[in-house]
């Protein structure tokens, strides 16, 4: 977890006990997930001369993060409204809301945390299945995966797809400061490809999703 390597030795990852048996547990791989990400936004200040800058990247990815945690946690603890004349709501009994594809033990709230955490840093792991999320609640990692981790990134090169999302909001606000390491004349370059990079990963990601589409239709017939 703390590479955001993801995955584990059981098929079912995170949600298998043995894997991950405790609250203890899944919060300590939770934070092992966030831990590097979040640390590299003090080194990005300290490389660049700008504590103030870093933690103001580390807020702006804090802020995007949050709000995933909560949309995605509203929308797993409605109940499901295809399932007609079925009780879900919250009672000593049950836990309410849309429980489909996650452990009891952990409940909405932890599985709804964990799927932002691991879409926000390019991690592979899992402790409920986000296909059977609600509409809404799957939205959010989709949405994560999609903008290429931007909510902390990953370890290391994780970290691009927030730096470029830094260059494109300087530039829309026209930055002119000579001293802003990230819009200076020296970083041209970096400025003129940065929408290409950005771009890319969502059109490789609409590609894949086209094939997906393509070879089901294929074995369908």
Same mark, same amino acid.
């Given at each position: ?48 001369? #700008? ?56 409940? $909405? ?35 994560? $995966? ?39 004349? #020296? ?30 239709? $294929?074995?369908?017939?």
């Amino acid at each position: 977890m703390l590479g955001t390597n993801g995955g584990g030795f059981f098929g079912t990852n995170s949600a298998h006990p043995f894997e991950n048996p405790t609250p203890l547990s899944n919060r300590l791989e939770m934070s092992a997930i966030f831990l590097i990400p979040a640390g590299l936004t003090v080194t990005l200040g300290q490389l660049t001369g #700008s504590p103030r800058h870093g933690w103001a990247v580390f807020a702006a990815m804090s802020i995007l993060w949050f709000a995933g945690v909560l949309t995605c946690y509203w929308a797993e603890s409605q109940p499901n409204p295809l399932l007609n004349g079925v009780d879900q709501h919250v009672s000593v009994e049950q836990a309410g809301g849309n429980m489909e594809g996650k452990e009891v033990r952990i409940g $909405i709230a932890n599985s709804a945390l964990f799927a932002t955490v691991t879409t926000g840093a390019s991690c592979g792991a899992v402790n409920a299945m986000h296909d059977s999320f609600m509409p809404l609640g799957g939205m959010v990692p989709m949405i994560n $995966i999609l903008l290429g981790e931007i909510g902390f990134g990953g370890v290391g090169a994780g970290l691009h797809a927030p730096a470029h999302a830094t260059v494109r909001c300087a530039l829309g606000h026209h930055v002119q400061r000579a001293d802003h390491h990230l819009v200076n004349s #020296s970083r041209a370059a970096r400025r003129k490809v940065s929408p290409f990079v950005c771009g890319g990963h969502a059109a490789a990601q609409s590609a894949d999703l086209r094939c997906g589409q393509h070879h089901c239709a $294929i074995h369908r017939h």
